[in-house]
């Protein structure tokens, strides 16, 4: 570590930095021998139909369980995976387990995160199609999240996604409306699905000022023809508000929260889709 400290001499005087970059430099020492340690795990939360709250899909997210330092977030440890390159790994295991573990639920898909750097390496479509093979589950049950951020001047990435759409794998872009792309440029793309960023989702308030944002992505995907799927719904008043605007997919802690496998067959065998707070 003072090597590494040593050759950011810089910042030394900044000790908030340096204990920032130390502690990110022990995670990401940790952070490569957790997968052979067993330290991770996918939960699924439901993307449900909005008209009556059913599961259609799952997203997985990852989870890490740090010995010392107990759980910790994907969004510290992501954006460390992606920096050092662990997250090749990292991502292919996710992938995988998600596709074993959804063969168990039919009629079930499940959505799983791409990092920009997955999109890099030439072996991506491959390798999805092998743990395709090796799992045995359908293409048209995969779906394969993005961020806009991933794709800007990456022509080797946009010819992956019209790959994996040929092998009839879904591709979604993730928190759109985020990213700095131009619409002209998003308009172009390969995909399927546009996932509303819950932002936009969390200033739904009844008002057209509210709800702008939202409206405009949610034409944009009809006249495009894209599924577009709200993230982030936490009170029944944007999902009564996300179906007037006439969006059909949503996820939320509403609904549930992301579940280890046990709890979402518990889910999943409920009578009655909950919650009935939609009419
Ligand atoms: P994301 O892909 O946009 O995933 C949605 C995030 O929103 C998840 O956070 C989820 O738990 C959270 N969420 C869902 N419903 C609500 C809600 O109603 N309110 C609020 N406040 N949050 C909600 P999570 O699991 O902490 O993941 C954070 C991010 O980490 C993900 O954002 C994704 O970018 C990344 N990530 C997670 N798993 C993976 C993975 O396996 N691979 C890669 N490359 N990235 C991952
Ligand atoms: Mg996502
Ligand atoms: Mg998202
Ligand atoms: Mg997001």
């Not at 990292?90 to 992938?95: A, C, K, P, Q």
Request: aromatic share 4%.
């Amino acid at each position: 570590q003072a090597k590494h400290l040593g050759t950011h001499g810089v910042q030394l005087h900044d000790p908030s930095m340096t204990d920032r970059r130390k502690a990110d430099s022990l995670l990401a020492e940790d952070l490569a021998g957790a997968l052979d340690r067993d330290e991770l795990h996918v939960l699924y939360q439901p993307l449900v139909d909005l008209t009556d709250s059913r599961p259609i899909g799952v997203e997985a997210l990852i989870r890490w369980r740090h010995p010392r330092l107990g759980l910790v977030s994907p969004a510290d440890f992501i954006p460390i995976a992606e920096r050092t390159g662990t997250i090749t790994a990292i991502g292919l295991w996710v992938l995988e387990t998600a596709c074993r573990e959804i063969t168990r639920w039919d009629g079930l898909y499940v959505s799983v995160n791409l990092s920009p750097r997955q999109l890099q390496e030439p072996t991506l479509v491959q390798d999805v199609l092998g743990v395709l093979a090796r799992t045995g589950l359908a293409p048209d049950r995969l779906v394969l999240e993005i961020t806009e951020s991933a794709l800007v001047d990456e022509s080797a990435g946009i010819a992956m996604l019209q790959e994996f759409r040929e092998h009839g794998i879904r591709v979604a872009i993730d928190d759109f409306g985020t990213g700095y792309s131009s619409l002209h440029y998003l308009t172009r793309l390969p995909v399927d699905i546009l996932k509303i960023d819950r932002s936009f989702v969390a200033e739904l308030n009844g008002t057209p000022e509210g709800s702008g944002i939202t409206e405009a992505i949610l034409r944009l995907s009809q006249v495009l023809h894209l599924t577009a799927i709200a993230e982030g719904i936490e009170t029944a008043e944007q999902a009564a508000e996300l179906q007037l605007l006439g969006c059909g997919v949503g996820q939320g802690y509403l609904f549930a929260r992301p579940l280890p496998p046990t709890e979402l067959q518990d889910l999943l065998l409920s009578p009655s889709p909950r919650p009935s707070s939609l009419s």
